[in-house]
């Protein structure tokens, strides 16, 4: 097995990630023997290279529980991404399947368009809208005027909102008064806050790209689950690097 691989990740973050539940759980089922890469019981601490190694759990190779899901959709405006909204708005959640239970990760406003994961993989939910891994979200934003080369460079650089300075950002103007920005915090209305700072309030906002996924033939409202592929680039995007 691969427990000599230097450029693996140790097994138990990679349980958690899939979805296994807590590092303590997942180390739990390493302990107790339920875990094994390429055939043998592994060893707490061990390095597995995703796309290499057959790591089962319980006899099951991971990455095939039906019991985690994980949707893509094309949020319409007008709906929440919420739970439950007490205004009884149409929220995310009523557009995909009830059964199992999914949550939408990180939020889009309710006016804007555009790409949300829902998933009940929690750890992945929590890498990918946490900040420090860094995962880049893509939004196309369509503006009042036509933002000038000093705006963009400002949006680019960094602009300074009520809770702190924005970090760099990659912003492209991709015909007159539609901005292509991409961003890697993931701050309350930040794209809209963003643009109305330089004097562009946004009309419309749609989110084009969530790390590696993207989907142009997917139309407002509708979903599908991620590939196996996806959520291994997904998985990928937010990997530890020790
Ligand atoms: N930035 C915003 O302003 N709104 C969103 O919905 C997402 C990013």
Redesign the pocket.
């Given at each position: 097995m691969s427990t000599e691989k230097p450029e693996g990740e140790r097994l138990q973050k990679v349980l958690s990630r899939v979805g296994f539940g807590s590092r303590r759980v997942c180390e739990a089922l390493i302990l107790e023997g339920k875990v094994k890469v390429n055939g043998q019981e592994a060893q707490l601490g061990c390095r597995v290279e995703i796309e290499t190694d057959l790591v089962t759990v319980d006899g099951a190779p991971i990455g095939v529980r039906p019991d985690v899901v994980y949707y893509l959709l094309n949020k319409p405006a007008g709906v929440v991404?919420t739970a439950d909204d007490p205004q009884g708005r149409p929220t995310v959640v009523e557009i995909v399947p009830s059964d199992p239970r999914v949550f939408p990760v990180g939020?889009?406003?309710s006016?804007?368009e555009g790409l949300l994961i829902l998933t009940n993989n929690g750890e992945l939910t929590h890498r990918l809208t946490h900040p420090s891994f860094g995962v880049e979200?893509e939004?196309v934003a369509v503006v009042e005027g036509n933002p000038s080369r000093s705006s963009l460079r400002l949006l680019r650089e960094g602009v300074d909102l009520e809770d702190g300075k924005t970090s760099p950002a990659k912003v492209a103007l991709i015909e007159e008064g539609t901005i292509r920005l991409t961003?890697h915090e993931?701050?309350?209305?930040?794209?809209?806050?963003?643009c109305s700072t330089v004097g562009h309030q946004?009309k419309r906002?749609i989110?084009t790209r969530i790390g590696p996924l993207s989907d142009r033939s997917l139309s407002p409202g509708e979903w599908r689950e991620l590939t196996m592929t996806e959520i291994r680039s997904l998985e990928r995007a937010v990997a530890d690097s020790d």
């Open positions: 991404t939020r889009l406003d006016d804007t979200k939004y961003i993931g701050r309350n209305r930040q794209v809209r806050r963003m946004v906002l989110r």
